[in-house]
């Protein structure tokens, strides 16, 4: 295809060509539905290893939220050997979660 690198095309070749070729346009990609993105995620491993410990985090925020919302009074006044155990325990480990 020659062209006229001084002038540049002459408007009946540029007609002539835009006819013959059609518009200098890259095609848009279509794009992807957000429903099929989010399932395509699930075809990778790594994403089972981040929802199991997301998981394991909310349960683990659930239950030192529920240290401090358990009535201990109530607990101490059932005797259970267990429970005095695992006090001891969070007292050793854990003193400021566990003051009150």
Not at 20 to 48: C, D, H, K, N, T
Not at 52 to 74: H, N, S, T
Request: charged residues 25%.
């Amino acid at each position: 295809m020659p062209s006229a690198i001084e002038g540049g095309l002459s408007t009946s070749e540029a007609k002539r060509r835009l006819d013959q070729f059609g518009p200098s346009a890259i095609p848009e990609a279509r794009s992807m539905p957000l429903w099929l993105r989010v399932a395509r995620q699930f075809q990778s491993p790594l994403i089972y290893i981040l929802v199991f410990a997301l998981l394991f985090d909310i349960g683990m925020w659930l239950y030192e939220g529920a240290i401090r919302v358990l009535d201990r009074p109530a607990l101490e006044s059932h005797a259970c050997e267990c429970y005095q155990v695992v006090k001891t325990e969070f007292e050793r480990l854990l003193p400021e979660r566990i003051a009150t």
